[in-house]
Nanobody, 120 residues
Framework: QVQLVESGGGLVQPGGSLRLSCAASGRIFRINALGWYRQAPGKQRELVAIIPSDGRTNYADSVKGRFTISRDNAKNTVSLEMGSLKPEDTAVYYC??????????????WGQGTQVTVSS
């Protein structure tokens, strides 16, 4: 099993910044992709940013130019730097990891979620 523990959420004013972090632990053979999703009240969970093992990042159009995802393969961590935050960024943010099995296949893991609220 793999555990993902997030930190860094909170309340911020519009235009402000926050940094989310996530650490993976447990029986990890290889992490293929790390990413962040979010879910706002009444909406479906959506991809925010993802970074595969090759390092090529992918962002939702709504956050391009404002958010930056990064990973530390040695520490099995992923971070999300969020800037120029808007009220519509308010959501529960979930860390995601795609972890290869030792034999064959990949398992998806999720963190418990951290609340980000953008409000004046």
């Amino acid at each position: 099993q793999v555990q993902l523990v997030e930190s860094g959420g909170g309340l911020v004013q519009p235009g402000g910044s926050l940094r989310l972090s996530c650490a993976a632990s447990g029986r990890i053979f290889r992490i293929n992709a790390l990413g962040w999703y979010r879910q706002a009240p009444g909406k479906q969970r959506e991809l925010v940013a993802i970074i595969p093992s090759d390092g090529r990042t992918n962002y939702a159009d709504s956050v391009k130019g404002r958010f930056t995802i990064s990973r530390d393969n040695a520490k099995n961590t992923v971070s999300l730097e969020m800037g120029s935050l808007k009220p519509e960024d308010t959501a529960v943010y979930y860390c995601y990891a795609a972890v290869s099995r030792l034999t064959y296949g990949t398992d998806d893991y999720w963190g418990q979620g951290t609340q980000v609220t953008v409000s004046s």
